[in-house]
């Protein structure tokens, strides 16, 4: 079946430094499928933090990126200079790229920014 | 404003108990999703609905019921609450399923089953 693996359960970095969370997926059954990272603050529910719907793109948001990579099945997420403020859950997740309902998310990092 | 809200925030009952989590979207959206997450898993579906009075089975749908009443209102119930069904608790809504089309999340539900 379809998956999204996410190998580190925490990571921990320097305020300042950067960040790379990898990503990996397995689309057995989604031909093209969408990429999205999502983003959990303490106390508060999942948003989006950005998505790629075409493979070779890079998508950005709030000075994270990411790269579809259709080779490698990737879409690791990087940061150039992380803050205290980024300290969450990341989640990478997979949809459809016809349009099906079904989001396959992976089992999230915590981010700790240490100051 | 919260445009998906959760309630209650966090739940404790007994095994056997009979438990409902409340969802409540703004967003205007068709479709709403309850969620479970555990530790080491990603977040999993267990019910789905596409508009009031609709309901689809999710992927962990075993011990679960659920009613979307109104466009608005998505329920989850548990009636005879186990200890495996410790975990948060997730709903979301969104636009018809397209390309890339985004979920909204609510805060979460945390029910501890003793």
């Known amino acids: 079946g379809d998956s999204v693996t996410q190998t580190e359960g925490q990571v921990t970095v320097s305020e300042s430094k950067s960040l790379i969370i990898n990503c990996t997926y397995s689309?057995?059954?989604?031909?093209?499928?969408?990429l999205f990272w999502y983003v959990r603050y303490p106390g508060e529910g999942l948003q989006l933090l950005l998505k790629?719907?075409?493979?070779?793109q890079k998508g950005s948001s709030r000075g994270f990126e990411a790269t579809y990579n259709k080779e490698a099945t990737s879409f690791h997420l990087q940061k150039a200079s992380v803050q205290e403020s980024d300290s969450a859950v990341y989640y990478c997740?997979?949809?459809?790229?016809?349009?099906?309902?079904?989001?396959?998310f992976g089992s999230g990092t915590r981010l700790l920014v240490s100051p | 404003e919260a445009a998906v809200t959760q309630s209650p925030r966090n739940k404790v009952t007994v095994t056997g108990g009979n438990v409902t989590l409340s969802c409540r979207q703004t967003?205007?959206?068709?479709?709403m999703y309850w969620y479970r997450q555990d530790t080491g898993h990603g977040l999993r579906l267990i019910h789905y609905?596409?508009?009031?009075?609709?309901?689809q089975i999710g992927d962990v749908p075993d011990g679960y019921k659920a009613t979307r009443t109104t466009q608005e209102d998505f329920f989850l119930l548990l009636e005879l609450a186990s200890p495996s069904q410790t975990s948060l608790y997730f709903c979301?809504?969104?636009?018809?399923?397209?390309?890339?089309?985004?979920?909204?999340f609510g805060p979460g539900t945390r029910l501890t089953v003793l």
């Open positions: 979301a809504s969104s636009d018809a399923p397209g390309q890339g089309a985004e979920q909204f």
């Open positions: 689309a057995t059954s989604i031909g093209y499928p969408n």
């Open positions: 790629v719907i075409t493979a070779g």
């Open positions: 997740a997979l949809s459809e790229g016809t349009g099906g309902y079904k989001v396959v």
């Open positions: 967003n205007s959206h068709n479709y």
């Open positions: 609905s596409y508009g009031a009075g609709n309901l």
